[in-house]
């Protein structure tokens, strides 16, 4: 038998309301049923901590049937762990910035090299973009949503899905995922 490993699992588009509402005490259940152990959530924007056997690309296979069957939203699902998250807080590029203004983006596959070139040699003006080792920073120094470097203009331009979380977000991820 194979160990059990902690996973993060980051859900794309999770609103409390409408469409790709996803009521997470549901999501806890629905998870456990599946045999996954030590389920917890944060916040009811789809952040999962988990423990598997399973490898990240199976699991997220797994999670995003499980939610479609029972609770309806068809979502991305990108899998990381406390390890790739520490690391992203750990390198963050941008000196200057204020914390709460730097962006985390989990890519849910390896985006095509020549189309990260281009991402990052575009200029977006105030707005700053570096790649990160699994994803990328986004500095965003006034409102994320009037970005012109928002989550859904960064998935077109790299042709990948995507999810974007805050630093407080990961942060306290990252400190559940060792409790």
């Known amino acids: 038998m194979n160990q059990l490993r902690r996973h993060v699992v980051l859900l794309r ?3 409390p309301t409408g469409k790709n509402k996803v009521p997470m005490q549901q999501l806890r259940e629905v998870l456990s049923q599946a045999n996954f152990t030590n ?3 944060w916040i ?3 952040n999962v901590l988990l423990d598997t056997d399973l490898s990240s690309g199976m699991l997220a296979a797994e999670v995003r049937e499980l939610i479609r069957e029972h609770i309806g939203p068809d ?3 990108i899998v990381t762990n406390v390890e790739q998250i520490q690391a992203m807080l750990d390198q963050q590029p941008f000196d200057q910035a204020q914390p709460d203004r730097v962006f985390y983006t989990f890519v849910e596959a390896e985006a095509d090299p020549d ?3 281009a991402v990052l040699e575009t200029d977006f003006g105030e707005y700053e973009i570096a790649q ?3 994803g990328f920073y986004l500095h965003v120094p006034e409102s994320m949503a009037r970005s012109s470097l928002s989550n859904n ?8 899905s995507a999810t974007t979380r805050n630093r407080n977000t990961l942060t306290k991820l990252v400190e559940l995922a060792r409790i």
């Not at 203009?153 to 990948?160: A, D, P, S, T």
């Open 13 to 15: 588009g999770v609103m």
């Open 39 to 41: 389920v917890r959530t």
């Open 44 to 46: 009811s924007t789809g």
């Open 75 to 77: 979502l991305v699902v």
């Open 115 to 117: 189309r990260i070139e």
């Open 132 to 134: 990160a080792p699994h």
């Open 153 to 160: 203009r960064l998935e077109k331009l790299l042709g990948v």
